[in-house]
């Protein structure tokens, strides 16, 4: 799979927009999932997000602004995205 591919099949979006979404689905289907399975995602959730906090202040202490063109990024791909799939249909 090349990096093109990569992007058009997985949107960038950042690690806690991902977790915040996971944590909303769990919520909203936990009568289907029942409590045990419910407490052990929900635990992998809090775990992951730990892993976050710790990566972020790692990533500090090297570069203190190192997220700091990261949404410019975004909006560069988004951009690029939108006008990709404007010339595909036009095609």
Partial sequence: MSLGDF???????????????????????QDRL????????FGLLQEQMAMQKKMDGKLRQYRTDWDADMWAAT????????????????R
């Fill in 7 to 29: 992007y058009r099949a997985f949107p960038f979006r950042s690690v806690c927009e991902v977790t915040r979404e996971i944590h909303d689905i769990i919520t909203a289907h």
């Fill in 75 to 90: 909006a560069d791909f988004e951009a690029k995205q939108k006008r990709r799939e404007a010339n595909e249909a036009l």
């Fill in 34 to 41: 029942g409590p045990a399975l419910y407490q052990e995602i």
